[in-house]
C-alpha cells in the first residue's frame, strides 16, 4: 500500500500479465539493473522527517498539487539507498515520525543527556552557582552521620532537556543517510516518471542496504506492503527484514512521561522532604515514591507490548497474500503474477515463508528479549540525568571516599540497576498481558487491561516491587551503607576506604546482572552516521 500514493489511478490500467511481466523481468534482474539516474533518488533523513515528519501524515494522492508538486524535489539522486521505507498509508503519521525518531536519535540522545548532565554539573560546582532553588543542607542523612549536600534541580533540567533537544537536531544533520520513501523519491505530478518509478521498484530495492517496515496491525493486511516484502526477500534474501512496531515508541514514550514526573518529583521534592521527614527517611520516601512512578511506565509498556505481540503472531499464523486488500483490483491481479514469478512455489511458498522463516526472524529481532537496552535507556534518559548531573554535583564538597564512592554508584545505578529492574518490570507487565489474554479468550487492547482491576492490581504490585528493588535494596546498600561506613567507619570498626571495596562488589553485582538480561536484547542493526 506504500506504493499506493505513486499509483496513477485515473491511467487506463494496463494488462494483468503485461506489467507482471515487466515487473518480474526487472525484479530478477535488479541486482545488476538500477533505475536509470533521473529516477534513482533517495530523501535523506533530513528530508523525510523535517517538517515533524509531515509527509507520512497524509496519502500525497490526497494533498493539493502545489504540494505534490514540491514532494519530488526534497529527494535527490543517489548510488546507494540506506534503508527502503515500507509502510501502510492508512497508519497514523505521528506514530511513523516517532518510530523513525527513535530509531535515528535514540543513541545520540542517550550520549547527549549524560554529557549535558556532566557538563551542568562541573559548571554549577566550579564555574557559576546558581543560586535559585539550589539548597545546601548538612541533614540528608541524619540521625546516622552528617554530610554536606549541594542540591540543584537546574543540573537536572540542563541534561534532561538537553537529550530531548536532540531528537531534533540529529535528524535534521542526517544528510547523508537515505531514505526510500515513495511519496518524495517518485514523483507525484509527472505520469511517465511515475510509472518508470513503480516499475523500477526492483532496482530501488537492489539499492537499498534494508528493509524498514513501520509494523501496526494493518500492515499484512495492505497486499501493497507485501509485494514490497516479497520483492525486498527475493533480491535480498539473506539480508534481514527490520521490522519496527510502531506501538514501541509508544512504549517508550509511557515510560518517559512517568520518568520524567517521577525523577521532577525527586530532583525539586528531595530537599525539602529530608527537612520534613528528618534526614535519611525523606530519602528513602522521596526515592521510593519517585521509583513507583518509573516502573509504573515500565510495566504498562511491558503490557503494550506483549498485546502488540501476541497481534503480530495471529498475523503471521494466519497470513495468506491472497486475503490482502488493495485499493484498484488491477494492482491485485498485477502483484499476484509478479509473487508467482519471483517466488520458488508461487504464492503457497511466499504465504510459508511468511509463516515461518519471517515470522521467526521478525519476532527474535523485534521483540525475542523484550524491550531493547537502547529504547529502555532511552525511556529513562531523566533518570540518567538525575543520576550523573544532581547525583555528582551533590557530593562536590564531601570527603574524597565519598566522592568516589558516588562515582562508582552513580553511574551503576543509572545505566545498570535502572534499567534492570525496568527490564523486570516490563516482563512483569508482559506476564500480565498474556494472563488478560488468556482469561479473555480473544484479543484484547491495552485500554481493556489496565481497566480490569485484577490487572490494574498488578501493575501497580509490579511498580512497588521495582521501587523496593531499586530504592530499597540497591539504595540502601550501595548507597547509604557504602555511604556510612565512608563517614562512620568506627561503628563497625573498619576503615573509611573499605568503603569503596563494599561499593564496587554491590554494584559490580548489579554490572553483571544488567549485562546478562540485556546481552540477549535485539539491537538496532543499522550504522547511524550523519
Not at 514523483?187 to 526492483?202: F, N, P
Not at 488478560?436 to 498488578?458: D, F, M
Request: some cysteine; aromatic content about 12%.
Amino acid at each position: 500500500e506504500s506504493l499506493l500514493a505513486t499509483r496513477d489511478v485515473n491511467a487506463p490500467p494496463a494488462s494483468g500479465n503485461h506489467l507482471a511481466d515487466a515487473l518480474a523481468k526487472y525484479i530478477a534482474a535488479a541486482a545488476a539493473l538500477h533505475p536509470p539516474r533521473r529516477i534513482r533518488r533517495g530523501a535523506s533523513v533530513a528530508s523525510a522527517l523535517s517538517k515533524y515528519g509531515q509527509i507520512f501524515t497524509a496519502n500525497p494522492d490526497k494533498l493539493p498539487y502545489e504540494q505534490r508538486a514540491l514532494l519530488f524535489g526534497r529527494s535527490e539522486v543517489v548510488e546507494q539507498i540506506d534503508a527502503f521505507v515500507s509502510h501502510s498509508w492508512g497508519s497514523p503519521g505521528y506514530m511513523k515520525y516517532m518510530t523513525l525518531l527513535l530509531e535515528e536519535a535514540a543513541p545520540y540522545a542517550i550520549v547527549t543527556n549524560c554529557l549535558a548532565s556532566l557538563l551542568a554539573a562541573f559548571f554549577q560546582g566550579h564555574v557559576y552557582e546558581i543560586s535559585f532553588g539550589t539548597t545546601r543542607m548538612t541533614y540528608g542523612f541524619e540521625p546516622f552521620f552528617t554530610l554536606l549536600q549541594v542540591w540543584s534541580p537546574w543540573i537536572w533540567f540542563a541534561g534532561v532537556a538537553a537529550g530531548y533537544v536532540t531528537f531534533l537536531v540529529v535528524p535534521a544533520l542526517k544528510r547523508r543517510r537515505f531514505y526510500f520513501v515513495d511519496g518524495l523519491c517518485i514523483s507525484q505530478t509527472d505520469a511517465e516518471l511515475k510509472l518508470q518509478g513503480i516499475r523500477h521498484l526492483g532496482g530501488f530495492v537492489a539499492l537499498s542496504r534494508s528493509l524498514l517496515v513501520m509494523w501496526d496491525e494493518q500492515y499484512l493486511s495492505r497486499l501493497w506492503c507485501v509485494y514490497e516484502l516479497a520483492v525486498f526477500r527475493a533480491v535480498h534474501p539473506h539480508r534481514p527484514v527490520r521490522l519496527l512496531p510502531m506501538r514501541l515508541s509508544i512504549a517508550v514514550a509511557i515510560i518517559c512521561v512517568t520518568m520524567l514526573v517521577g525523577t521532577g518529583f525527586y530532583a525539586v521534592g528531595y530537599p525539602s522532604l529530608c527537612a520534613s521527614l528528618g534526614g535519611i527517611a525523606g530519602f528513602f520516601v522521596a526515592a521510593y515514591l519517585a521509583s513507583v512512578l518509573f516502573y509504573l511506565g515500565c510495566t504498562i509498556a511491558g503490557v503494550d507490548l506483549a498485546l502488540q505481540r501476541r497481534v503480530l503472531e495471529a498475523q503471521f499464523d494466519g497470513f495468506d497474500a491472497r486475503a490482502a486488500s488493495c485499493y484498484n483490483e488491477s494492482d491485485r491481479v498485477e502483484i499476484y503474477a509478479a509473487i508467482e514469478r519471483i517466488t520458488d512455489g508461487g504464492l503457497d511458498a511466499f504465504n510459508a515463508m511468511v509463516r515461518t522463516t519471517l515470522k521467526e526472524e521478525v519476532l527474535r529481532r523485534s521483540f525475542g528479549g523484550g524491550l531493547p537496552y537502547v529504547y529502555l535507556m532511552t525511556g529513562l534518559l531523566p533518570l540518567i540525568a538525575l543520576a550523573l548531573g544532581p547525583g555528582v554535583a551533590q557530593l562536590s564538597e564531601a570527603p574524597f571516599i565519598s566522592r568516589v564512592d558516588w562515582y562508582i554508584y552513580g553511574p551503576t545505578f543509572a545505566f545498570c540497576t535502572g534499567p534492570l529492574v525496568g527490564a523486570w518490570c516490563v516482563d512483569d507487565g508482559s506476564a500480565i498481558a498474556v494472563r488478560a489474554s488468556s482469561a479473555a479468550g480473544t484479543a484484547v487492547k491495552l485500554a481493556e487491561v489496565l481497566r480490569t482491576p485484577a490487572s490494574r492490581n498488578a501493575v501497580l504490585r509490579s511498580a512497588a516491587r521495582g521501587a523496593f528493588w531499586l530504592a530499597g535494596v540497591h539504595c540502601g546498600i550501595s548507597y547509604f551503607l557504602v555511604q556510612f561506613i565512608a563517614n562512620r567507619p568506627d561503628y563497625f570498626g573498619l576503615r573509611s576506604v573499605d568503603s569503596v571495596w563494599l561499593a564496587i562488589v554491590s554494584n559490580g553485582y548489579c554490572v553483571v546482572r544488567a549485562y546478562l538480561t540485556f546481552r540477549a536484547t535485539p539491537v538496532p542493526e543499522h550504522e547511524h552516521r550523519l
